[in-house]
């Protein structure tokens, strides 16, 4: 379990960096493999919780298309003004 956090914590600051640094960083760290505990534990959580899978996503798809849209407000309203862009 410890493997499989500390992986998602690595990938999740990798999305800081270029490209090629990601592809560097995928390729040196293994896949994790899954333990008994592990298995246990998401066996445990399906049964007891069964909203669970629902938090595994990071960021629901409705939001990302409202903050595009948002910011292409922002920046029509700007240029329609002809004044500086939003801070």
Excluded: E
């Excluded at 490209?19 to 246990?40: C, E, G, M, T």
């Amino acid at each position: 379990m410890y493997h499989l956090v500390l992986t998602i914590v690595r990938n999740l600051r990798s999305g800081f960096r270029s490209r090629q640094q990601l592809s560097v960083l995928k390729r040196s760290i293994p896949k994790p493999k899954l333990r008994n505990s592990d298995r246990l534990l998401w066996v445990l959580l399906k049964s007891y919780w069964t909203g669970w899978p629902q938090w595994l996503v990071v960021v629901q798809p409705r939001t990302v298309v409202g903050w595009h849209r948002l910011g292409f407000r922002l920046f029509w309203r700007w240029k329609s003004r002809g004044s500086q862009p939003p801070a």
